[in-house]
């Protein structure tokens, strides 16, 4: 029977391992968190706090617990069973709903069940339309957790990570019987961050998140462009077409360029960033849920202390609403489903280039929220009637695994969070101002002549569906003889034409004369090719809107204009944006651009076409000129073709603008063909900035024979010294460089928070006897370098075994004399003779040791117990480097992810003696076998990380044994090489005295 028992348990074990992907990342510690999120002051709320227990509401019971923004209703659409878990949706040309169900997420604490194909796609109906869903059809079922879907000609578009699908309906059930593999998209594993989207754009694309592709399906195949990576879950469009997305702790991105015409731009990444996904909610991010909400780990940038969310958190399915029930100021708002905080925020959007968002309502006011902490709104439509549709998960667990905390799990299992899987729910919001027409649709039966009128509809459904039905029929001679009468009829008309290439030329130049600013907008989207230059130009210079100046520069990207036109333009703008269409329209041209702005003063300015001015003066003033030359020598640096990067290189001989920019921004290399005279006079130079300029120039430039000596070592030092020295500076840089350079820096100027300037350093340049210290046993503490203070951890090279007496000598001796430094060389004998004088130490150097000042803190030291054993308690730890410390919430020290980080303690012993070693560690499998370190002044014992399983539960991990003289001695726990992951959450450190 027990043979039995156990071969069950292994079975479960097994099917329960092939449940979660292999592709899931590991969870992440607690601890590592801490950095990005302000779970522990949810923690500590929670204390204080009476949360209840999370009963399950049946969807009548959870209605009663919505609050509207007055105005406003909230019907129920469809619940469990019809529906469970929904997290995408659309609806079909019949008005029929089509929604993906998530049940593998979260089922329990462990992620269990993400791997199984338990999830299904179903189809909704309201055959009676009465407003409530009330026949089921599982068009598709035993997928694993699909993320989303768009409705193409023939059939369906599927993503399953990493799968899509083509799905067919060959006999008209609502039962896909064909299913066949066109492509992939997104990667299975964290289901919180892989691709989503394939929403319908205006453009005629299908577009993305977190995926960097676009699709379109033609002919029944499936073609995909490079676009850039951005958002999370979820994206939406204005009515003009211009692209949002979402993170979940950010409301709303927006694109105010579109991404796929600057992908594989040699563009700097934070000019790109100034145009594409552009977070716009930066004065919108406050939320007010009407219940405590201590339930998140991340995004929130604080909890108030009432316990309740202050920021967006959870943001998923963003919506802009474009329908036709609510009243006219909702048009255009985005709506925010935030399901951390149980509720949907509402965002209005400032006209413009920079769409930024303000919050509609005020403070304690949202468009709905819930006192149901099991209410998650995940995602939003507005549907064929122009109501606002919502899909609710309605779980208990929000926060995935990978992102769980010990507390967030205790008080999910006491609240019975756990409990009540495969429920769920779709509600439907509607104003009270207007009627809600219940009429069914049936866009399919339509003629293209009916059709094509739908292109004026006042909702954004009806004018969407409609281009899309009209260019899969093919039908452009109805979509031409078209007429639109509104200016949203008109927008649509344009790209729909365009699709179907029966855009002609005087419609377009009528569209770009349109009275308003979104037709002459789409009609410079659409101009390429078809409308002369010289029009795009002077629309670009000078039309009343900038969105419209905006899209006729972007238009002529690609366009014949010359240097002195497209300055032309970014002088009429002063706006980012069109200093990113300049840099990206100018690739190819950076040098000859750079040349004539540093000649501006000196050369005849050729005239700028549509300015109206046959002699222009320069259009940009000094400043915007300069930050214009260092933007293009940035993208020619960031393009990497070695001939522009030589030219660069001999502009900057008579640009000390250019010269700064290059050691400034280069990151790799510059290969040249001959020393470059210019650097090595402004190394050698009596003033201290040209001196800095030329080693950091030098720095990032290489030629045939450059040695380090004839690159960073005085010219004094090249006439003086011997063939030996000079070779033992040779040495030194190559060490300095493979040793050294990674944190210093290959010009010896630091690095704000990772190491000190060594270049003009008193320490480099004092003793040799002190720097020689460092070498071999290391640093750490406060210490002042050139009159900043740095409190961080130097390891010690010299005792590894790494180098030897000889190349440590080297090393230091070329420190001492690179960068303007003018200190004596070292001997090896030196470095032998302070090895000798410091033989036995382990410890690292604090700079009051090796400064000799003693210091006026007083020690804590901690004391032993009745048995003469020590227990060193994380909260009793005193933490140097970057990252370490210690966590209260947690009681451990934390997050250990940077091997130089150290913890310090201080143990009074009675008597000499030795101790045996423990050290109270959580761990999970990704850190078992990291080696740790436990070193007093004269002794040091090694241990290795073992797993807990964890970071929530501990385990003792044994590490030798250390001498501990009488008195007061000091102890550093430190990781003893690199790591893997994290080193451990250390809870204590046990000192048990030997018997």
Same mark, same amino acid.
């Given at each position: 029977?027990?043979?039995?028992?156990?071969?069950?348990?292994?079975?479960?074990?097994?099917?329960?391992?092939?449940?979660?992907?292999?592709?899931?990342?590991?969870?992440?510690?607690?601890?590592?968190?801490?950095?990005?999120?302000?779970?522990?002051?949810?923690?500590?709320?929670?204390?204080?706090?009476?949360?209840?227990?999370?009963?399950?509401?049946?969807?009548?019971?959870?209605?009663?617990?919505?609050?509207?923004?007055?105005?406003?209703?909230?019907?129920?659409?469809?619940?469990?069973?019809?529906?469970?878990?929904?997290?995408?949706?659309?609806?079909?040309?019949?008005?029929?709903?089509?929604?993906?169900?998530?049940?593998?997420?979260?089922?329990?604490?462990?992620?269990?069940?993400?791997?199984?194909?338990?999830?299904?796609?179903?189809?909704?109906?309201?055959?009676?339309?009465?407003?409530?869903?009330?026949?089921?059809?599982?068009?598709?079922?035993?997928?694993?957790?699909?993320? @989303?879907?768009?409705?193409?000609?023939?059939?369906?578009?599927?993503?399953?990570?990493?799968?899509?699908?083509?799905?067919?309906?060959?006999?008209?059930?609502?039962?896909?019987?064909?299913?066949?593999?066109?492509?992939?998209?997104?990667?299975?594993?964290?289901?919180?961050?892989?691709?989503?989207?394939?929403?319908?754009?205006?453009?005629?694309?299908?577009?993305?998140?977190?995926?960097?592709?676009?699709?379109?399906?033609?002919?029944?195949?499936?073609?995909?462009?490079?676009?850039?990576?951005?958002?999370?879950?979820?994206?939406?469009?204005?009515?003009?077409?211009?692209?949002?997305?979402?993170?979940?702790?950010?409301? %709303?991105?927006?694109?105010?360029?579109?991404?796929?015409?600057?992908?594989?731009?040699?563009?700097?990444?934070?000019?790109?960033?100034?145009?594409?996904?552009?977070?716009?909610?930066?004065?919108?991010?406050?939320?007010?849920?009407?219940?405590?909400?201590?339930?998140?780990?991340?995004?929130?940038?604080?909890?108030?202390?009432?316990?309740? %969310?202050?920021?967006?958190?959870?943001? *998923?399915?963003?919506?802009?609403?474009?329908?036709?029930?609510?009243?006219?100021?909702?048009?255009?708002?985005?709506?925010?489903?935030?399901?951390?905080?149980?509720?949907?925020?509402?965002?209005?959007?400032?006209?413009?280039?920079?769409?930024?968002?303000?919050?509609?309502?005020?403070?304690?006011?949202?468009?709905?929220?819930?006192?149901?902490?099991?209410?998650?709104?995940?995602?939003?439509?507005?549907?064929?009637?122009?109501?606002?549709?919502?899909?609710?998960?309605?779980?208990?667990?929000?926060?995935?695994?990978?992102?769980?905390?010990?507390?967030?799990?205790?008080?999910?299992?006491?609240?019975?969070?756990?409990?009540?899987?495969?429920?769920?729910?779709?509600?439907?919001?509607?104003?009270?101002?207007?009627?809600? @027409?219940?009429?069914?649709?049936?866009?399919?039966?339509?003629?293209?002549?009916?059709?094509?009128?739908? %292109?004026?509809?006042?909702?954004?459904?009806?004018?969407?569906?409609?281009?899309?039905?009209?260019?899969?029929?093919?039908?452009?001679?109805?979509?031409?003889?078209?007429?639109?009468?509104?200016?949203?009829?008109?927008?649509?008309?344009?790209?729909?034409?365009?699709?179907?290439?029966?855009?002609?030329?005087?419609?377009?130049?009528?569209?770009?004369?349109?009275?308003?600013?979104?037709?002459?907008?789409?009609?410079?989207?659409?101009?390429?090719?078809?409308?002369?230059?010289? *029009?795009?130009?002077?629309?670009?210079?000078?039309?009343?809107?900038?969105?419209?100046?905006?899209?006729?520069?972007?238009?002529?990207?690609?366009?014949?204009?010359?240097?002195?036109?497209?300055?032309?333009?970014?002088?009429?703008?002063?706006?980012?944006?069109?200093?990113?269409?300049?840099?990206?329209?100018?690739?190819?041209?950076?040098?000859?651009?750079?040349?004539?702005?540093?000649?501006?003063?000196?050369?005849?300015?050729?005239?700028?076409?549509? @300015?109206?001015?046959?002699?222009?003066?320069?259009?940009?003033?000094?400043?915007?000129?300069?930050?214009?030359?260092?933007?293009?020598?940035?993208?020619?640096?960031?393009?990497?073709?070695?001939?522009?990067?030589?030219?660069?290189?001999?502009?900057?001989?008579?640009?000390?603008?250019?010269?700064?920019?290059?050691?400034?921004?280069?990151?790799?290399?510059?290969?040249?063909?001959?020393?470059?005279?210019?650097?090595?006079?402004?190394?050698?130079?009596?003033?201290?900035?040209?001196?800095?300029?030329?080693?950091?120039?030098?720095?990032?430039?290489?030629?045939?024979?450059?040695?380090?000596?004839?690159?960073?070592?005085?010219?004094?030092?090249?006439?003086?010294?011997?063939?030996?020295?000079?070779?033992?500076?040779?040495?030194?840089?190559?060490?300095?460089?493979?040793?050294?350079?990674?944190?210093?820096?290959?010009?010896?100027?630091?690095?704000?928070?990772?190491?000190?300037?060594?270049?003009?350093?008193?320490?480099?340049?004092?003793?040799?006897?002190?720097?020689?210290?460092?070498?071999?046993?290391? %640093?750490?503490?406060?210490?002042?370098?050139?009159?900043?203070?740095?409190?961080?951890?130097?390891?010690?090279?010299?005792?590894?075994?790494?180098?030897?007496?000889?190349?440590?000598?080297?090393?230091? *001796?070329?420190?001492?004399?690179?960068?303007?430094?003018?200190?004596?060389?070292?001997?090896?004998?030196?470095?032998?003779?302070?090895?000798?004088?410091?033989?036995?130490?382990?410890?690292?150097?604090?700079?009051?040791?090796?400064?000799?000042?003693?210091?006026?803190?007083?020690?804590?030291?901690?004391?032993?117990?009745?048995?003469?054993?020590?227990?060193?308690?994380?909260?009793?730890?005193?933490?140097?480097?970057?990252?370490?410390?210690?966590?209260?919430?947690?009681?451990?020290?934390?997050?250990?992810?940077?091997?130089?980080?150290?913890?310090?303690?201080?143990?009074?012993?009675?008597?000499?003696?030795?101790?045996?070693?423990?050290?109270?560690?959580?761990?999970?499998?990704?850190?078992?076998?990291?080696?740790?370190?436990?070193?007093?002044?004269?002794?040091?014992?090694?241990?290795?990380?073992?797993? @807990?399983?964890?970071?929530?539960?501990?385990?003792?991990?044994?590490?030798?044994?250390?001498?501990?003289?009488?008195?007061?001695?000091?102890?550093?726990?430190?990781?003893?090489?690199?790591?893997?992951?994290?080193?451990?959450?250390?809870?204590?450190?046990?000192?048990?005295?030997?018997?």
């Amino acid at each position: 029977m027990h043979r039995i028992a156990l071969g069950l348990a292994l079975i479960a074990s097994a099917a329960l391992a092939d449940s979660i992907p292999k592709e899931r990342p590991r969870a992440r510690p607690a601890s590592a968190l801490t950095e990005i999120a302000h779970w522990e002051k949810g923690n500590e709320l929670l204390k204080k706090l009476n949360v209840p227990y999370a009963k399950i509401l049946t969807p009548e019971e959870e209605m009663a617990t919505f609050k509207l923004a007055p105005g406003y209703r909230i019907e129920l659409v469809a619940a469990e069973p019809m529906v469970q878990k929904p997290i995408f949706f659309e609806f079909d040309p019949q008005g029929r709903l089509w929604c993906l169900e998530y049940q593998g997420y979260m089922r329990d604490l462990a992620g269990s069940n993400e791997g199984d194909p338990i999830c299904r796609f179903v189809v909704l109906e309201d055959t009676d339309h009465d407003g409530k869903m009330d026949k089921q059809t599982v068009y598709l079922d035993k997928l694993v957790m699909p993320r @989303s879907f768009a409705f193409v000609k023939g059939g369906v578009l599927l993503q399953e990570p990493p799968k899509l699908w083509f799905c067919e309906d060959t006999d008209g059930d609502l039962k896909c019987d064909k299913r066949t593999e066109v492509g992939t998209m997104g990667v299975p594993g964290n289901p919180q961050h892989t691709a989503n989207g394939l929403r319908y754009g205006i453009d005629n694309w299908l577009h993305c998140s977190d995926w960097a592709k676009d699709y379109q399906w033609k002919d029944g195949k499936l073609i995909e462009r490079d676009t850039i990576h951005r958002g999370q879950f979820g994206q939406t469009f204005d009515e003009t077409g211009r692209f949002f997305s979402c993170y979940e702790n950010k409301a %709303l991105h927006a694109d105010l360029i579109p991404a796929e015409l600057l992908v594989n731009k040699p563009l700097p990444r934070d000019l790109l960033s100034q145009v594409v996904n552009v977070s716009v909610c930066g004065n919108a991010q406050e939320v007010f849920p009407i219940r405590v909400t201590p339930a998140v780990t991340l995004g929130a940038l604080e909890l108030r202390d009432d316990g309740r %969310l202050r920021t967006y958190t959870i943001v *998923s399915g963003i919506c802009c609403y474009d329908g036709y029930q609510f009243p006219d100021d909702a048009r255009g708002n985005m709506f925010i489903p935030e399901s951390g905080g149980h509720l949907i925020g509402r965002l209005k959007l400032k006209d413009g280039i920079v769409p930024e968002a303000s919050r509609f309502y005020p403070p304690e006011q949202e468009f709905i929220a819930s006192t149901d902490e099991r209410f998650r709104p995940v995602n939003a439509r507005v549907g064929p009637d122009g109501a606002l549709y919502v899909a609710d998960m309605y779980h208990g667990i929000i926060e995935h695994v990978i992102f769980m905390v010990p507390w967030l799990t205790e008080q999910i299992k006491a609240r019975g969070l756990d409990q009540g899987q495969d429920l769920g729910r779709l509600w439907r919001i509607v104003s009270t101002e207007k009627p809600l @027409s219940r009429e069914p649709v049936n866009l399919d039966a339509m003629k293209s002549d009916e059709l094509v009128k739908l %292109l004026d509809h006042p909702n954004g459904w009806h004018r969407l569906t409609a281009q899309r039905l009209l260019i899969e029929r093919g039908d452009a001679a109805v979509v031409k003889a078209f007429k639109p009468a509104t200016a949203l009829g008109k927008l649509q008309h344009l790209w729909t034409s365009d699709a179907l290439a029966s855009a002609s030329i005087s419609m377009i130049q009528a569209a770009l004369v349109d009275t308003d600013p979104r037709v002459r907008t789409a009609a410079c989207q659409l101009s390429e090719g078809r409308i002369a230059t010289e *029009s795009l130009l002077q629309v670009a210079m000078s039309d009343v809107n900038e969105q419209v100046r905006l899209a006729a520069a972007l238009s002529h990207g690609h366009a014949s204009l010359s240097v002195m036109e497209q300055l032309g333009i970014l002088g009429a703008n002063p706006l980012a944006p069109f200093e990113v269409v300049a840099v990206s329209s100018l690739a190819g041209h950076e040098l000859e651009t750079i040349e004539l702005c540093l000649r501006r003063w000196t050369v005849g300015l050729p005239p700028i076409v549509g @300015s109206g001015n046959s002699s222009p003066k320069w259009p940009l003033s000094n400043e915007r000129t300069e930050h214009l030359i260092v933007v293009l020598l940035r993208a020619v640096l960031e393009r990497g073709d070695t001939s522009e990067l030589i030219s660069l290189v001999k502009q900057a001989e008579s640009s000390n603008l250019i010269a700064r920019a290059i050691a400034t921004h280069a990151r790799k290399p510059i290969q040249l063909q001959q020393e470059p005279a210019f650097v090595m006079k402004l190394m050698r130079s009596t003033d201290a900035k040209n001196r800095d300029l030329g080693f950091r120039l030098a720095s990032v430039l290489t030629w045939p024979g450059a040695k380090g000596t004839s690159a960073f070592v005085s010219a004094e030092a090249e006439a003086t010294l011997s063939p030996a020295q000079l070779k033992q500076l040779d040495d030194g840089q190559r060490i300095y460089q493979q040793v050294c350079a990674a944190c210093h820096q290959p010009h010896g100027m630091g690095a704000a928070n990772l190491a000190p300037p060594l270049a003009g350093s008193d320490w480099v340049a004092g003793p040799p006897e002190r720097i020689a210290r460092v070498v071999l046993h290391g %640093l750490y503490g406060p210490v002042q370098v050139s009159g900043n203070t740095f409190n961080l951890v130097m390891p010690g090279i010299g005792m590894s075994g790494v180098l030897n007496d000889d190349q440590i000598a080297a090393a230091l *001796s070329y420190v001492r004399r690179a960068w303007g430094n003018n200190a004596s060389l070292v001997d090896a004998s030196l470095i032998t003779k302070v090895r000798e004088d410091t033989k036995g130490r382990t410890l690292p150097w604090t700079a009051d040791e090796l400064l000799n000042v003693k210091s006026d803190t007083k020690i804590i030291a901690i004391k032993a117990d009745a048995k003469g054993d020590f227990i060193l308690p994380a909260s009793q730890a005193t933490t140097f480097g970057q990252k370490l410390a210690y966590r209260p919430a947690l009681d451990v020290l934390a997050p250990w992810r940077i091997a130089n980080d150290v913890a310090e303690w201080h143990v009074d012993v009675a008597s000499e003696d030795d101790y045996e070693v423990t050290v109270t560690l959580a761990a999970d499998d990704a850190s078992a076998g990291d080696k740790f370190a436990l070193e007093a002044e004269s002794s040091r014992t090694i241990g290795t990380v073992i797993s @807990s399983g964890d970071y929530e539960h501990f385990v003792e991990a044994s590490a030798g044994s250390i001498h501990l003289k009488a008195g007061v001695n000091r102890l550093l726990l430190k990781a003893e090489g690199p790591l893997k992951q994290e080193l451990a959450d250390v809870r204590a450190v046990r000192l048990k005295r030997a018997r």
